[in-house]
């Protein structure tokens, strides 16, 4: 079969690679068609995520058609239609029964990862009946790929953990597709504002037509007094972090209000300040999180009652043969604007 | 009447002062039986809170009788016994309705700070009606002065911050009185295990006497391997920062485990290092606070029925004339082992 | 000045009475300039309420300008604009401080009920710091008429106690102005499927425009049959009692889901069959509640965010001279179709 | 193997049965050690549980030891010492994911009920990885004999749904086993009072050796009175209803303060009344739940930590070969003041 694999810090290539076979009795083989790529897929290709050895088939999103089953195997059977989630849970370890899949002891972040992922025509699901969540036969498999991971960890880690609600105000720091997908769903709890920040007018634009009621550009540096501006001096309720840099997570520091939360989103390579010489009397709540994909049936839900349209994130096609083309183009996202790419197996 | 009056950096005078007198419709004038000194006192005689001007009486604990209420008082008349919050709350503010008193625009910390205190034979409460608690006849008021602030403090911002639930693992940083009340209240929730850290072997053994399951000696700066250890490398569902510098607050970072709370108690001067590089994905909580005392009144039940002995925390008693050797003797605990001193008025 | 006065059960007039004059000093004097009448003054008027005597100025509702304040009132001056809450809240009392103002010790629904209401051209306030809210200039006088009790009402006992939830599966059993209230309010939350349940069509039509996805008439005594049919057998995840009688909240049990909630809205004349034979096991929730108008300032929010239009519940409009023609139109809903009816005064 | 057998109503017998065999390849077989009797045991023993046909080995508690297991067991193997849960749980259906094990879809309460149990020297276990726990071992299998069923019930169903906290008021109706194992749990949230009322002056005293603070003998009728007269007629913010009456469910009805919490534990055999013309307006929550088993490891680390003695509800112990006289002596509990039996396998 085809597949996307990583060659070490800056190459990748597509691969004719054998088939995925079953080595678990709680396995799953997946036929992939439609996947998508993340930005952890090119931190991966830079080198920066030592976990991933040279050889690995990447990719940890997709939907496909169970092909085979392991005898452990319950929920499932060849033919059902399924959505990949980009966390593998074993549903009996104590992690994975306090609801923190991502912490499972033989699970977690493994797709893409530590085990071949699925920017191939076929992957092996470990953990299968409760990793894989089951779609309606007619649902569209465009939209549900970003339930695999963006959607859940936008809405998880950013709008859940940073307690969005009705009447609140809400600043999402970084317009990229994270902090789109944040925005989104931020509106499932009808907050009164929702601030987008970024560098980039054309993002802040998109940001706009997601439904930010207002938009601040950070370039130039006050983006902090923009926000107190246009919050009466009162900060923010939530802060969502979506970047994954120091100078961001101390804007959100700069920018929450007293009582309020800073929900980190994005992937962070070096330490930040806390300034707690200012934060200690504020009564306010950082929270981080890998995403659990806890909430993954209940998106399913808004997606089928239209309460959410995960298309409206998906800006490039692609036929997997031509992976190489969508790896180039989601990594030049500030010239060619995308956002998700869709890679059809 | 005698003030203990704070004058500039390193100094302070117990002077003869004039009676407070009522200057709004909601004020009350309390005559102080008992009150103590907080670290916070010690913070504005070096000079570290510039909101406290020289000339200002000092202290925001006691516990005494209404002398005299303004027009617009209605909870309270003369002759009630009662106990001073260290926090003022208007009841009607945006902050307020919240339960944020800490953050009330007309109140907050002001007693002993932007107001003169209670280290004095009298007293003025602004927002009476909210600021003081009814006690009754009989309590025993020394007691009483540990729920003005620190045990309130410790409970709010160290263990319901720190959500301590039964079976849980418990670490707290620092044992200095601060920390030794966390230790009490966090009895509440019955957590399996309450680990102390401290430099001093001396408040450790006081640490140990009053419930802690384990205790770590941090000199020689591997805590966190004691602490994984202890916990069998899980690291702990709550660590309570009761110091308030960098190397204790990163302390903390070393050893929540995943999934767990780091609850802010500390006072800060500057700022900590986050190590977001690592805690990005470990879905931890860090929750900062000043003392709302929203639970006074919750905790005046606990004293009652006798599940809380504040007490425990009182080594050495002075009359106000001697509230000099009182302010000595606290700020030489190590020398002392002093905690909580008591000032009889 | 005119006034709506109750003459005993069955009996009511336009009568001319003495302006209110302060008796507090935290009483305020508004000139009532927009207000309406609810199902509660329709039960006064059948004799249902004793607490109510003849001679008594009706109405709860309202919006208005401050004419005179209390020497106690520090929140507001003559000429602010006010919205009236139903709720008269000390802030003081152990009930305030639990933001349960429904139960204040001198305060709760007192207006047009032991103390003379808004049905008026001018109403003393009681408590006024707490009890009313200010409201821009320039608002929408007869929308904000709306949160004086029956928003925060449908939202405070149907929506929040009823844990609404972005996915998930609500019924609404009773399509009058309090059903239809919750079904706005409810779609703070992004529900997967509202169900509205009535007896009359015209009104599930009207629920239909407000956003309920499902509509059940439950003419015939099916509804639970309807209900679970649409639901694949499952039953709802929330159901909220707005009509107040033994046979609809009994409905509300055959429909709830195992972990479900019924949250009461309605008001109760006679008791209900619970059947714990079969909820014993059932993993659910019923909760009651009167309004404590704690979310009034989160509801302001989001109708000047506009995501809440209060208006869309007025049907009617009448001038003060007129009120009981708006009594009559109120009373005979049924044919009038009538929702809230706006009496400027 | 010898087990007890039900053979229809009250008809009852120790029988030689062929081990238990595995029959899917999530099973384990447990030897048993040490198992008990439940009050549902003798409500099938009366056919009052339909579910349960005559010919089934009874019994759903017991601690022993994993004889063998299926190919896809993976958290157990033989040897390893193991708590049985009375809750079996796939981990895997939607309610399981919601940590609702009691209505997993094939599981649930199905030991001694819809497969055969466990008093009997061995038991087949389905879903074993979720529905047993690794005890240490040397760990004391009387005291974890009390964590299969009657201590995460009491806990689960009374003190935590019951929103116990510290300094609250806590009423337990009925001072039987059950409702003896939720005053030793709700003794974790550290309660300021905890009434125990029952007709029984013997059980009243039990409660009183641990930890009711206050005891009332429901004899003649007034115990609302006596409950109303010790809160200074406030009321109780929790009343766990450990009967299963109607009368005594009322009686949580008439006792509940307002903002207060009634906690369904028992089983209902019919109806009650719910006085909602007097509770609608009284911001109350209506709790119930069969046991989820959610708490089992917390509850296992408060037994390691000493929290909780479990052997404090042991009053007989039996070997197996004398299990009939067990149950008599479990069924005439008024005159042997048996509260919870050991029987040893």
Redesign the interface.
């Known amino acids: 079969m085809k597949a996307l694999v990583y060659q070490g810090p800056g190459k990748k290539a597509l691969e004719e690679r054998p088939m995925p076979a079953i080595s678990a009795?709680?396995d799953a083989i997946v036929r992939i068609t439609k996947t998508t790529i993340c930005g952890t897929d090119l931190h991966i290709l830079k080198g920066d995520v030592p976990t991933c050895a040279p050889g690995r088939i990447l990719g940890h999103e997709g939907v496909g058609t169970i092909e085979k089953v392991g005898?452990?195997v319950?929920?499932f059977r060849p033919g059902d239609h399924v959505l990949v989630s980009c966390i593998s849970a074993?549903?009996?370890c104590?992690?994975?029964?306090?609801?923190?899949y991502?912490?499972c002891t033989t699970g977690g972040w493994i797709l893409g990862n530590t085990v071949d992922g699925t920017q191939a025509e076929y992957v092996r699901i470990p953990h299968a009946?409760?990793s894989l969540y089951r779609i309606p036969a007619d649902a569209d498999e465009e939209a549900l790929t970003m339930l695999s991971d963006i959607l859940p960890t936008a809405f998880e880690c950013g709008v859940l953990n940073g307690k969005v609600?009705?009447?609140?105000t809400v600043a999402i720091v970084g317009a990229g597709p994270i902090g789109l997908a944040a925005l989104l769903t931020a509106?499932?709890?009808?907050p009164?504002?929702l601030i987008a920040i970024d560098l980039d007018d054309n993002r802040l634009d998109v940001a706009k037509l997601f439904g930010a009621?207002m938009a601040v550009n950070a370039t130039g540096g006050n983006a902090a007094e923009q926000v107190m501006k246009l919050t009466d001096g009162r900060g923010v309720d939530t802060a969502i972090e979506a970047v994954?840099a120091?100078a961001t997570?101390v804007l959100c520091e700069d920018i929450v209000a007293?009582?309020g939360t800073i929900a980190?989103v994005?992937?962070?390579?070096?330490?930040?300040?806390?300034?707690?010489?200012r934060?200690?009397?504020?009564?306010?709540?950082?929270?981080?999180?890998?995403v659990?994909t806890?909430t993954t049936?209940?998106?399913?839900?808004?997606v089928?009652?239209r309460?959410l349209d995960p298309k409206r994130l998906i800006t490039h096609r692609f036929k997997l043969d031509r992976i190489l083309d969508a790896y180039d183009t989601f990594a030049r996202a500030a010239s060619t604007r995308a956002l998700k790419v869709i890679i059809e197996a």
């Not at 306010?284 to 890998?290: F, K, P, S, Y």
Request: net charge positive; hydrophobic share 30%.
């Open positions: 009795p709680t005898a452990g319950t929920a074993c549903g009996k104590d992690y994975c029964r306090r609801a923190m991502s912490h009946d409760t609600q009705p009447g609140s509106q499932f709890y009808s009164a504002e009621t994954g120091p997570f007293p009582g980190n994005g992937v962070h390579g070096v330490k930040a300040d806390l300034h707690l010489e934060l200690w009397s504020q009564n306010i709540t950082i929270t981080t999180r890998l659990d806890v049936p209940m998106l399913l839900k808004t089928q009652s309460k």
